[in-house]
């Protein structure tokens, strides 16, 4: 039976956790209050919009890495990411019939929501 050899002192944990401070730390209060408002409105939802914060939380970090700014306007985008998978979701299962997932998004063509589009069929 071949035995395994390990190797100490591969994996430094500290200098990741300190590489990755240097990535955040010049916005390290926005994302520290992006990371808040993310939870606070995940658990004012009974954690139905956790899913969706975390989303836009998230999507702030990774555009933080590369290099650019975000905000609390993007971990609001993270409803809409969730929003679209559900309605593209809910649009696979109903092919004929698009009255559940036009309620949950605009109408790409002319900015209209979907009820409104719903009126328009009948």
Known sequence: MNQSEFQVGV????ECVKEAFEL?????????????????IGGM???????AMMCGMFYCYLERIDG???????????????????DRRLGD??????RLCGSLS??????????EIERRRK
Request: no cysteine.
């Open 106 to 115: 605009s109408d790409h063509r002319g900015g209209r929501n979907g009820l």
């Open 45 to 51: 939802t009974m954690y139905i919009l956790l899913g």
């Open 68 to 86: 650019k700014t975000g905000g609390l306007r993007r971990t609001l985008e993270g409803v809409s990411v969730v929003a679209s998978g559900l």
């Open 11 to 14: 994996i430094r944990p500290i």
């Open 24 to 40: 955040i730390k010049a916005d390290y209060w926005l994302l520290f209050a992006v990371t808040l408002v993310g939870a606070l």
């Open 93 to 98: 299962d109903r092919s004929d019939d698009h």
